[in-house]
């Protein structure tokens, strides 16, 4: 789960990581009386969405007076902001972040994660701040530095100094960043965190150390469990159909192809995809149903589906192990009862309860296509597609 810059700069001050000046507006007028509160050198006016990059394309700028203040701000609310991790659609622009201006000395680079690799928490940092850190770790892997931490032991004192040596900081900011480095750690261990990054933390004129920008994304598997970040939850930021599909207990992710695929499995999803890819054909979603299902949630499923309106063919790909192959065929015929479907729907079955499954999808007078292996559901539905 993702959370705006605000939310987790919220988070930071609860955990005694220094952070700008500012406050949050959702209207014009809200923008200039916060601007008018911040009076001094200047604003950053920062668009509140879901996606990095927003300094390239117009979602971070900089006022030097309270005519720009609103002019920006007037540009960016009830607008769509489209970078490099939105797709074409952009997100929508229901917040503005008004901070001041600090003046910058350094920009510097520091993120906690969970390595999967070492199983352990590390945190990364770099004297290249402000900049895409993929991009220095490709271009100067050098810059990078990184520290793993003992589950047992936790973050040690040591390690802190190791990363502020390294970055180049002395005397009291070696405490400072102690002192940001343990509230990152607290903050990722008692929430539940997957990422928490600070791009840039700023070293100002005066020596010090202030968390710029701040990104924290968090275990879905575990949100539950914190309703404060739940709370933080803006769904205006995510997809209406993988919204939709939450409710229902449905793995869904929106793509772009014309093939509409229900599988159960993640890895049999990924390759029935991987699959139609082959044969010449585009998936229009992930959609995993989950291993335990039930006639309602197929479906949903199906509904979902087809709602895209881009879909041209429907593939349903199942391996009945915990699901039984009937309950599969019944929720389709369920959800074709309920929708009008005017798309062929191509139908693979194997496992439990196969014979049952196929027995009630044959001769329905329905635009269902039976496949005897997942080769041939592919083939069919990259065909049926094309030929609508």
């Known amino acids: 789960m993702n959370i705006h810059e605000f939310q987790a700069k919220q988070l930071f001050t609860d955990y005694k990581i220094a952070i700008p000046r500012g406050k ?88 906690i994660l969970m390595d999967r690799s070492i199983e352990r928490v590390i945190f990364i940092a770099s004297v290249a701040g402000g900049m895409d850190i993929e991009a220095v770790a490709h271009k100067t892997p050098e810059q990078i530095i990184s520290v793993s931490i003992h589950p047992a032991a936790g973050l040690q004192g040591y390690q802190c100094r190791i990363v502020a ?48 920008d701040a990104k924290i994304n968090f275990d879905d598997n575990a949100v539950s469990l914190h309703p404060e970040i739940l709370a933080m ?15 229902f207990g449905l793995n869904y992710i929106t793509l772009e192809g014309n093939i509409g695929c229900m599988v159960n499995g993640a890895g049999l999803a990924m390759a029935t995809m991987d699959l139609i890819k082959l044969k010449g054909g585009l998936p229009a979603n992930f959609l995993d149903v989950g291993g335990g299902t039930n006639v309602e949630k197929v479906c949903e499923a199906f509904k979902l589906i087809l709602s895209d309106k881009s879909v041209k063919a429907v593939l349903v790909n199942i391996f009945g192990g915990i699901v039984q192959c009937d309950v599969i065929a019944a929720g389709i015929l369920a959800a074709i009862e309920q929708i009008h479907v005017n798309v062929p729907v191509v139908v693979r079955l194997e496992g439990t309860n196969v014979e049952e499954g196929r027995a009630l999808l044959t001769n329905t007078g329905l635009n269902i296509y039976p496949a005897d292996d997942l080769t041939h559901a592919a083939e069919q539905a990259v065909a049926l597609a094309e030929a609508v």
């Open 233 to 247: 939850k803006d769904s205006s930021q995510e997809d209406d159909k993988e919204n939709y599909a939450q409710k």
């Open 24 to 111: 949050l507006a959702l209207t014009i007028k809200e923008v200039l009386e916060i601007a008018e509160e911040l009076i001094g050198d200047g604003w950053v006016i920062k668009a509140q969405v879901h996606a990095g990059g927003r300094g390239k394309v117009g979602g971070v700028k900089v006022a030097k007076s309270l005519k720009e203040v609103a002019e920006i701000s007037e540009n960016l609310l009830g607008q769509r902001l489209v970078t490099n991790q939105t797709g074409h659609v952009g997100l929508p622009i229901n917040s503005i972040l008004i901070e001041s201006l600090y003046p910058i000395k350094r920009e510097l680079y520091l993120s």
């Open 165 to 212: 040596y390294n970055l180049g900081l002395k005397g009291p900011q070696i405490k400072a960043l102690t002192q940001i480095m343990q509230g990152m750690y607290d903050l990722f261990i008692e929430k539940d965190a997957t990422q928490i990054e600070i791009n840039p933390l700023i070293e100002t004129d005066t020596g010090e150390l202030i968390a710029l």
